[in-house]
T-cell receptor, first 107, second 109 residues
Framework: RKEVEQDPGPFNVPEGATVAFNCTYSNSASQSFFWYRQDCRKEPKLLMS???SGNEDGRFTAQLNRASQYISLLIRDSKLSDSATYLC????????FGAGTRLTVKP | EADIYQTPRYLVIGTGKKITLECSQT?????MYWYQQDPGMELHLIHY???????EKGDLSSESTVSRIRTEHFPLTLESARPSHTSQYLC????????FGSGTRLTVV
């Protein structure tokens, strides 16, 4: 079993849609959690950290459920520029990344 | 402006050649990492370092080696490149969330 598993995707949504990604992790001792965005043929870039209380950054909301060992990312009012691969990452001492979920936002 | 730098950005090299991929960061991070990623595939940790003179192998078996003589510098070396080494190599640093370099896209012919 992989340490970090994500929705397989791909997600194809129209502009303005709300889309949610889920990610589960296996190590209950995981210490910190993140969402990264990776554009095609580019490096991953940190999108946001994920806290137990949930956190929001504009149209993006991240949630952590330690009891169920999953994290989520909600994107509201999708833009064309949101098209990318979204990676969840779990720090257990070293960062472990999910395989990523590809999002395409269409006009 | 990038605080972690990788060179070269692209490299095409013949089989059997020795190559070194450079990675430097100006953020003073103790922890540095090398990941390998094939197109459209997931990141695989191949090496990491928690500080000067500390290096460890990651999850993915790799024929590469690394060194950490200075905090800011974490080069990766392939003694004898093979076509199976063709991939993108990403360096990262950070003690909490990671910052990635732009990567080196390596092609071995």
């Amino acid at each position: 079993r992989k340490e970090v598993e994500q929705d397989p995707g791909p997600f194809n949504v129209p502009e303005g849609a709300t889309v949610a990604f889920n990610c589960t992790y296996s190590n209950s001792a995981s210490q910190s959690f993140f969402w990264y965005r990776q554009d095609c043929r580019k490096e991953p870039k940190l999108l946001m950290s994920v806290y137990s209380s949930g956190n929001e950054d504009g149209r993006f909301t991240a949630q952590l459920n330690r009891a169920s060992q999953y994290i989520s990312l909600l994107i509201r009012d999708s833009k064309l520029s949101d098209s990318a691969t979204y990676l969840c990452a779990v720090n257990t001492g070293d960062m472990r990344f999910g395989a990523g979920t590809r999002l395409t936002v269409k006009p | 402006e990038a605080d972690i730098y990788q060179t070269p950005r692209y490299l095409v090299i013949g089989t059997g050649k020795k190559i070194t991929l450079e990675c430097s960061q100006t953020m003073g991070h103790d922890k540095m990492y090398w990941y390998q990623q094939d197109p459209g595939m997931e990141l695989h940790l191949i090496h990491y370092s928690y500080g000067v003179n500390s290096t460890e192998k990651g999850d993915l078996s790799s024929e590469s080696t690394v060194s950490r003589i200075r905090t800011e510098h974490f080069p990766l070396t392939l003694e004898s490149a093979r076509p199976s080494h063709t991939s993108q190599y990403l360096c990262a640093s950070g003690n909490y969330g990671y910052t990635f370099g732009s990567g080196t896209r390596l092609t071995v012919v």
